[in-house]
């Protein structure tokens, strides 16, 4: 059964740094692409950061210089450092794989997403 489970968010002030971190089960960890999306009120989900299996990373112009993806294989986890928080940065945060994983049932599919986290910057 597929779960990441995100942890690590809260409340900070602009300026501030948060780590995020997503425990991921059910899936082959070690090969996967794994990225950080978000999703702010009113808005749709997009894509934050991607990091493939033998380390490249992409980010979203918006966060460049500011947040840094890393993950551990040997404990399935990706993690999301982000520093110098803008209250732009506000959202929940959700971990998955990149693409997202989708999951096929005997009567429909879907892409997974978990519980995210949410990350409050105040101004």
């Known amino acids: 059964q597929v779960q990441m489970v995100e942890s690590g968010g809260g409340l900070v002030q602009a300026g501030g740094s948060l780590r995020l971190s997503c425990a991921a089960s059910g899936i082959v960890f070690m090969n996967s692409t794994m990225g950080w999306y978000r999703q702010a009120p009113g808005k749709p989900r997009e894509l934050v950061t991607t990091l493939t299996s033998v380390g490249s990373a992409t980010y979203v112009e918006s966060v460049k210089g500011r947040f840094t993806i890393s993950r551990d294989n040997a404990k399935r986890t990706v993690y999301l450092q982000m520093n110098s928080l803008k209250p732009e940065d506000t959202a929940v945060y959700y971990c998955?794989?990149?693409?997202?994983?989708?999951?096929?049932?005997?009567?429909?599919?879907?892409?997974?997403w978990g519980q995210g986290i949410q990350v409050t910057v105040s101004s």
């Open positions: 998955n794989t990149f693409p997202a994983l989708r999951v096929q049932t005997r009567w429909t599919a879907y892409d997974y």
